[in-house]
């Protein structure tokens, strides 16, 4: 795939790891807020939280989720 806008500077960081607590979407709110602010980054809306529940593999239960800031956005995947 070309490069269709060369003059934007994209940056990106993705970070794994592993998660000995039960994470829930209070955990998940609690993270976002302290991020952000810590990074001085603004929502402009509250994190999307989706989970498919009893959808899919039970291993692979979990959460996705989105937070939008502006100019930008940040995605969680447990």
Same mark, same amino acid.
């Given at each position: ?5 060369? =003059?934007?500077?994209? /940056? ?5 790891? #592993?998660?000995?607590? *039960? $994470? %829930? =979407?209070?955990?998940?709110? +609690?993270?976002? +807020? +302290?991020?952000? /602010?810590?990074? %001085?980054?603004?929502?402009?809306? =509250?994190?999307?939280? #989706? !989970?498919?529940? &009893?959808?899919? *593999?039970? %291993? +692979? ?5 989105? $937070?939008?800031?502006? %100019? !930008?956005?940040? !995605?969680?995947? &447990?």
């Amino acid at each position: 795939m070309k490069n269709l806008a060369p =003059e934007i500077f994209r /940056q990106k960081l993705l970070i794994e790891g #592993f998660y000995t607590i *039960k $994470v %829930d =979407e209070t955990i998940i709110k +609690n993270y976002f +807020n +302290n991020l952000t /602010q810590t990074l %001085d980054l603004k929502m402009y809306r =509250e994190p999307i939280i #989706f !989970s498919p529940a &009893i959808l899919g *593999k039970k %291993d +692979n239960q979990g959460h996705n989720t989105f $937070v939008p800031l502006i %100019d !930008s956005g940040i !995605s969680l995947y &447990i």
